[in-house]
């Protein structure tokens, strides 16, 4: 399972020229299952994906066609997380 933390870099002032395509990779992430959860950091300082069921070669891939970070609008950083204790609800993520 894999935390995202995309940080708005000096560019951040472009992000409305690339909006649409990031908004469609993130659609895209959520779409095949590898993103679950998908949210804001506060306060603006740029968003967090929660992805799981993929590689951190495959993700690093993924996030690197992020319009957003191929045009230095944010800095992206992947943080693997090993479960090893879970809700029930979250059971599935510690497979």
Do not use: C
């Amino acid at each position: 399972m894999f935390i995202v933390l995309l940080k708005f870099s000096d560019n951040k002032a472009q992000a409305g020229q690339f909006m649409d395509g990031h908004k469609a990779w993130i659609k895209q992430g959520m779409d095949e299952g590898v993103f679950l959860l998908i949210g804001s950091l506060q306060p603006n300082v740029g968003g967090a994906v929660m992805a799981h069921n993929i590689s951190y070669a495959q993700l690093q891939q993924r996030v690197n066609d992020d319009p957003f970070v191929a045009q230095n609008v944010v800095s992206a950083d992947i943080l693997e997380i090993t479960p090893n204790m879970a809700d029930e609800r979250l059971q599935f993520l510690l497979g």
